[in-house]
């Protein structure tokens, strides 16, 4: 490939040719941009959008269970996904909160539950027959009221596993309620957790509800979800016609089987050639008819002048239990 010159760099050949100084040519300016090292491994925008499918049903289902137990309209949104340091997390937190730890088995890693007490207290004014109101100025939760409690946060771990299990089967049983000067010491600061948040309404009330899941967690998450969102290409209507045409032409092994027969050993041993072994079973008795080892039918024995075969009585279906049934 030519390279054309630029009219500096031809001066530069002419002074070298006639032994004078080479002018340096310098090179043309980069272009520097800032990197912030606390973006990356953030979740790309494929990965947000196989999580938020996953939890598109887990706010519905929890809308309705927990509308269903406290007998009241409720409505729940997934409104943020992000990837970020716990200790980031924990500054956006408010100083009086209600959290609480999810052990989650056989992983034997902990999920984390934040609550909004502006949605707390409602919820447990409802359970104790109440209306549903909000208090005035935010308090923190006594004994009796964190036990309260507990119902609706066993709601949540119900969902929250029967929305992971086609997934990532894991169980979520709840754990311990956690003060604000525990909370802390739970993940490593500089850990980086997933954090989903959702809205909680209720009575014209809202809060957040947030659910932070350790990097061990959300990793095996993400690459189970990668591996799982990967579809195959559907054939086209001229390929299924093709394959369909050649598994016409292909060749099956068919075999009329016995049912279990009780031997003896003795009859056996002691068998000689030529020698009849009675089986106990009657030819007008049905038999198994298999495909390629595989149990399809179940039909009698026939002869067709000098040729051998099996005459078709019923399909066999094959339920849960493995055991063949006719139809």
Not at 13 to 37: I, T
Not at 147 to 153: A, C, F, G, P
Not at 198 to 211: A, I, K, P, Q, R
Not at 239 to 246: D, K, P, T, V, W
């Amino acid at each position: 490939m030519e390279k054309i010159l630029n009219q500096e760099e031809i001066d530069q050949l002419f002074r070298a040719a006639q032994g004078g100084p080479a002018k340096p040519v310098l090179d043309a300016p980069h272009s520097v941009s800032a990197c912030n090292f606390r973006q990356a491994g953030e979740l790309s925008k494929d990965q947000v959008r196989q999580v938020t499918l996953l939890h598109e049903s887990f706010a519905p289902s929890l809308a309705n269970s927990l509308g269903a137990f406290l007998r009241v309209g409720f409505h729940v949104s997934l409104v943020a996904i992000e990837q970020i340091n716990y200790h980031e997390f924990l500054s956006r937190l408010p100083e009086q909160t209600y959290f609480v730890t999810v052990a989650l088995t056989p992983m034997e890693e902990i999920t984390l539950v934040q609550l909004d007490l502006s949605v707390v207290f409602p919820m447990i004014d409802l359970l104790l027959g109440g209306s549903g109101k909000a208090i005035p100025e935010p308090r923190d939760l006594t004994e009796i009221e964190e036990q309260i409690l507990e119902s609706v946060v066993m709601i949540l771990c119900r969902e929250l596993q029967n929305t992971w299990q086609p997934v990532l089967p894991v169980m979520f049983h709840m754990g311990q309620r956690q003060k604000t000067s525990q909370i802390s010491g739970l993940i490593s600061p500089s850990e980086r957790v997933l954090n989903l948040s959702f809205e909680l309404t209720l009575n014209e009330v809202s809060g957040v509800l947030n659910l932070v899941f350790p990097a061990v967690v959300s990793n095996a998450l993400l690459r189970k979800l990668a591996a799982g969102m990967v579809q195959r290409r559907k054939p086209s209507a001229d390929q299924s016609a093709r394959l369909y045409r050649r598994l016409l032409e292909c060749n099956f092994g068919v075999e009329l089987d016995l049912p279990h027969v009780q031997l003896r050993i003795r009859d056996v041993v002691e068998m000689q050639r030529g020698q009849v072994l009675p089986l106990r079973h009657s030819l007008r008795d049905p038999m198994v008819i298999s495909v390629n080892s595989r149990p399809v039918f179940s039909g009698v024995p026939v002869r067709c002048g000098p040729l051998r075969g099996g005459l078709i009585q019923s399909t066999l279906s094959t339920p849960a239990n493995g055991k063949t049934e006719a139809k």
